[in-house]
């Protein structure tokens, strides 16, 4: 059978389950012919000389073939003629790729079970031109101030069971979650009174959502957000009151899982594999042409893919010299790799928030910035499938700033951070304490840029520092949540196609609380304007702000290749 291999976020909601997506045929995908008739004409009078001549023309005709009709799925999709049989048509995803303990992406976000999210449907989503769309959302406007949006909702979407999908499941969904711990609450905090009902300060009924009727949700904001329906993108409903009448873990549970979108757990076993099967009670608007997904133990690796045993594989900065070099050097490889670009920026965080006095020290952190030599350490180690970070947001992403690259925590000058040093105290780093660098479950390249760190910070400041590699849950906690960590490296990578996405992670009620709160009087007046010169203009120089800080290092926006087997056609990216 032929297989396809995702991870991460690849899926973004309904990358190759919608209708339009993929399918899977053989290499002999019909093409336009080019077809040569032969024209005999009798008579050409040639106007100079009165003698009749014969001559052969060659007339090019074009003949695009007929795609006969494919077989048609439970959800009435037909599958193009040259497609493989129905039975084939699935999405094959490696086990274990996040290995948590929940089923649904509203109860924990970062320690889910596994990776894609075709049993829920999402509020919003975004095509391939990372424009938003209306999934369970229809269409949306905002209050003429600005205080909240009122969203229309698709009226023919179910649950597997039958029961209608209303403004109260989407609340309810909300409600629950930050109210129970949820480990990405932060993303949602510009819903009204979010914020105090995932502190436990207000009641989850305070949360600022309200049914207008069974298909008009009001979202109230504590501020204007221009941006809000794109945060629906990871908004996934669950039933009203599922955690109560289904009770605990029913999303891993396929006796009792009830879904919103366009698939249904139908097996779960972390040791064999899981599996999800198409959802006929689906009508809304990514509907598939995909039977089915599964979750299993897969080949991996290039010669996987050449063997034809997976059908789509990454080749970038985390991939072994070799295989960089076969791709680059064959025709074929070349002929079915598809470039990328930086859509996430990796990073250094200092923890400045009171808990390590010599890290809240400017000149120190300014200090450790300078001593790294940043393109050079890139060009080294990422062959070529990186950029140089300047600031959070990647090269090409909107408002991204070059002239970052000018401010000073950005310009490698190690005389420079050693008088830093000396200046706050630690002549040649003596004195200094030997921090931890927590790291979450580094690849290859990500380990050798913080040895190089570690490195550059012995040989310049004298400073030394531990690695400590951590799995993903100590990591969050200690980074994210108690927020001990002195020091770590991690990347993060866009939700949607707007400064925010980035740039939120760094509000006072952010992922990384900026320790200057004087930095939100900057950010959140533009972040709340509709105005996009206006916006882009403030953004801009909150995002200065956050480099001058050097409170964080961006070190390097990584990107890279897919390659695409001939026989899994349409998948649109």
């Keep these: ?44 009078v040639e106007k100079t000389v009165e003698v009749e001549v014969e001559k052969t023309v060659e007339k090019i005709v074009e003949v695009t073939p007929t795609m006969v009709p494919g077989e ?4 009435g999709e037909m599958l193009p003629g040259n497609a493989l049989p129905l039975v084939d048509q699935f999405i094959l995803l490696g086990i274990g790729t996040t290995g948590g303990g929940y089923g649904h992406i509203m109860e924990s976000l970062y320690n889910r079970a596994f990776e894609h999210a075709g049993g829920a449907e999402t509020f919003t989503s975004l095509d391939t031109d990372m424009n938003v769309y209306g999934v369970g959302a229809e269409s949306w406007e905002p209050s003429a101030d600005g205080a909240y949006w009122d969203f229309k909702l698709r009226k023919e979407l179910v649950f597997s069971d039958g029961s209608p999908i209303t403004a109260q499941d989407w609340i309810y969904t909300m409600r629950w979650s930050l109210s129970n711990g949820y480990d990405f ?3 949602y905090f510009d819903i009204k009174n979010a914020q105090k009902v995932t502190a436990g300060e207000l009641s989850p009924e305070e949360l600022g959502m ?12 504590e501020a204007p957000v221009p941006y809000l329906p794109m945060l629906g993108v990871w908004f996934e409903v669950m ?32 040791s064999i594999g899981h599996k999800w099967e198409i959802n006929e009670s689906y009508k809304g608007v990514r509907r598939p042409y995909m039977i089915e997904i599964r979750e299993e133990t897969l080949p991996t690796g290039l010669p996987a893919y050449i063997a034809g045993d997976i059908q789509t594989y990454a080749v970038g900065a985390s991939s072994p010299a070799a295989e960089v070099a076969l791709v680059n050097s064959n025709p074929i490889l070349r002929s079915e790799s598809h470039p990328g670009i930086a859509t996430s920026t990796d990073y250094l965080g200092f923890n400045t928030l009171g808990l390590y006095p010599e890290l809240a020290n400017p000149d120190v952190r300014l200090a450790l910035c300078k001593a790294i030599d940043k393109e050079t350490l890139v060009g080294q180690i990422y062959q070529g499938f990186a950029h140089p970070a300047w600031g959070i947001l990647p090269k090409g992403f909107p408002n991204y700033n070059p002239a970052l690259k000018d401010v000073d925590a950005n310009i490698y000058d190690p005389e420079k951070a050693k008088d830093l040093m000396a200046k706050a105290g630690f002549p040649d780093g003596v004195g200094f304490p030997k921090f931890e660098l927590y790291i979450r479950q580094p690849d290859t390249k ?25 799995d993903f849950q100590s990591f969050t906690s200690a980074s994210f949540g108690e927020k001990t960590a002195p020091m770590y490296y991690v990347g993060y990578a866009q939700d949607y196609n707007d400064p925010a996405t980035f740039l939120n992670v760094f509000r006072s009620t952010g992922r990384h609380p900026h320790a200057d709160e004087s930095w939100d009087a900057v950010y959140n007046p ?6 996009p010169a206006e916006r882009f203009a403030g953004m801009k120089e909150a995002e200065k702000l956050l480099v001058e800080s050097a409170a964080w290092f961006f070190m390097v926006q990584p990107f890279g290749t897919s390659l695409w087997s001939c026989s899994a056609q349409g998948w649109a990216l």
């Design 72 to 75: 048609i799925n439970a959800l």
């Design 239 to 270: 039933k009203a009151n599922a955690q109560d009448e289904l009770g605990e873990n029913w999303a891993l549970d396929p006796d009792r899982y009830v879904s919103s979108g366009p698939f249904i757990l139908t097996k779960f076993d972390r």
């Design 446 to 470: 990500q380990l050798a840029i913080c040895e190089a760190i570690q490195a550059r910070w012995k040989e310049n400041l004298g400073v030394e520092i531990e690695l400590r590699p951590s």
């Design 1 to 44: 059978m032929s297989k396809k291999v995702l991870s991460r976020r690849m899926f973004l909601r309904d990358v190759g389950i919608a209708a339009a997506g993929v399918f899977l045929s053989s290499c002999a995908t019909p093409e336009t012919q080019i077809v040569k008739e032969t024209v005999e004409v009798e008579k050409i």
């Design 526 to 531: 533009a972040n709340s304007s509709f105005d």
């Design 210 to 221: 309200e049914a207008i009727d069974d298909y008009t949700l009001r979202i109230y904001t």
């Design 185 to 187: 609450a932060w993303f």
